[in-house]
């Protein structure tokens, strides 16, 4: 199954600016903390839809508004995997 994601990068370099204008597929894992639980969030096969950039002045971290599908990843067989861990 495919999920549609909405999200905000903050572009320290331009490796994934260039993913996303080159059409590439990605991974992405981030981590969010309620104070006591740690869930590592997991999507194993990402592909930009659309997008546009917030510049910003030379030599800072630019925003980049996106638009994403967490594809079904057949290696994984999943397209998101969630892990629970412990603060």
Known sequence: R???VNMTLLLSDM????KYKG???V???FDMT???NKYT???PKVKFSEGSTLAGGQN???EQPL???ALYDDSTGTSVKVTKGTV
């Open 15 to 18: 490796e994934l600016y260039r």
């Open 60 to 62: 800072t971290t630019v």
């Open 2 to 4: 495919d999920i549609t």
């Open 41 to 43: 969030w997991f999507f």
């Open 34 to 36: 309620d104070g006591t």
């Open 23 to 25: 059409g590439y597929e």
């Open 67 to 69: 638009k994403a599908v």
């Open 27 to 29: 991974s992405i894992q």
